[in-house]
């Protein structure tokens, strides 16, 4: 085959270079990196929106602080919708079933099914506080992943602190039935 004097070159295609930036749209400058260790700092530490950021011993006190009130504020939501969700139920049914007793005997074991009604007043407030404690629980998750040392402890903390003071009203099912000890 012969080429005659046509030499058109195709322009060759390449994948589109895909270039990572770190600086935020439209703003003209690179952001700093998260830390992805656990650090002690309190100059430029983000706190769940882009335009809060503690930048001084003070401002890391009342972070703590806020944070601390918060994890501690997840906790006693729980126990409440718990303590709520007990009062709020209205159809209760009792099932029996025998069980095998002492020396061949038969006993009858009682359980107790309780429930509430999708479409009423109770049932709408434990959603919208269910949705409220998802939120709280996603930004103390967050918070937690700045890695920053004083603000995982504050929600440490307050997640302590608030089970401390809130768990001792959670029920707590015994089973007299029960006989391994």
Sequence with gaps: ???????????????PQHHHSTAAPGSGHDMMMMAMTFHFSYENVPLLFSGLKINSPGEMAGAFVAVFFLAMFYEGLKIARECMLRKSQVSIRYNSMPVPGPNGTI??????????????????LQTVLHVIQVVVSYFLMLIFMTYNGYLCIAVAAGAGTG????????????????HCH
């Design 163 to 178: 089970y401390f003071f809130f768990s001792w009203k959670k029920a707590v099912v015994v089973d007299i039935t029960e």
């Design 107 to 124: 006993l009858m074991e009682t359980h107790k099914t309780v429930g509430q009604q999708m479409l009423s007043f109770p049932h709408l």
């Design 1 to 15: 085959m012969a080429h005659h004097g046509n030499n058109s070159v195709l322009p060759t295609t390449h994948p």
